[in-house]
């Protein structure tokens, strides 16, 4: 059976085969700790839970509008208006099923054959991958660990053509932990608004933000830059509901709408049950959500100094998010291997912990470790890759 040309050329996810391999060898009884997770280790609020509940119990189990539900949008608009001071109409806003579809359906939305987009790497392994599905060409542009894993303006200016369409800024980032400053996300806004590229500002982890850093949507900046970004947000990680499936998108009126119509073909809509949910998830008290920031920054601290402790690795210290994004080559070199994803198996395979090699982020030297997970386990899994590297210098 033939298959279509653009799945043949679809890269696997590397989280999605490493969490597999874990799965495997924990089938077999190993005792593997997991630090692939991209979602928090925290149930959702119960009252977002009970909300949902009673919506069902109340008989709202039938199809919603394709971009969502009126209460739920207005929910998103007034979360906007709080924490961002951004005014948007619900009809420059759309919910789909998690920021992820939302992202797909933008690109389809927006791109032609040929259209490029600027992707910073290292980036979220979905972004290129749902750029070449909507016949688009992703353009890497470095982000420099020397600069925090950020691009800065003149690269983005070295890197536009004719043909360019979009840049992704994904801050926080995932897997860097890295938040751009008001001043690069206004040098490179300028660049943008001249050109008329599409600012698609992935936000999805605005609330994991630690120490003196903040969080600015670029959206913020000025109203010439608003009306060139598209904010991708959602519950996932800010509510830890990633098995809801809720996210949104909002920006201009007319990229919404043809959203929307596309939406209306495929999801219909997202889940009832689970925007009734993100509907208390936003209008509902928001003490979970400084509860759950609290304890990733402090499982940070407890375990960044051991991370860095173990002999060739450095670290930049991540801003925000649940990864760490150590530079693992010096460390697989002392080892004996020859590259880090030869590092990373064999942690996997003899360490018995699953990491995530920078290879499917576009960045080779690096491992991405999760601290979404207990501070004993994440103590355990360091000190195992620190016995382990011990053990073969
Ligand atoms: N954007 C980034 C950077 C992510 O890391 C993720 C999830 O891992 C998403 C978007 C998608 O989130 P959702 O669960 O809303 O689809």
Redesign the pocket.
Known sequence: MKLANRVQALTPSTTLAITAKAKELKTQGHDVIGLGA??PDFNTPQNIIDAAVRSMNEGHTKYTPSAGLPALKNAIAAKLKRDQDLEYNVSEIMVGS??????YTLFQAILDAGDEVIVPTPY?V?YPEQVKLAGGIPVYIEGKEANDFKITAEQLAGGITPKTRAIII?SP??PTGMIYTNEELQAIAEICVKNEILIVS?E??EKLVYGSASHTSIAQLSDAIKEQTII?N????SHSM?GW???YAAGNEKIIKAMTNLASHSTSNPTTTAQYGAIEAYNGPQDTVNEMRDAFESRLNAIYGKLTAIPGMTCVKPQG?FYLFPNAKKTADLSGYSNVDEFSQALLEEALVAVVPGSGFGADDYIRLSYATSLDQLEKAIERIHSFVNAKI
Do not use: Q
């Open positions: 991209g979602e998690g920021a992820k579809h939302v992202l979220w979905s994904n980032s995932n992935d999805i982890y991708i959602g519950v996932s990680k990633t499936r809720i996210g998010a």
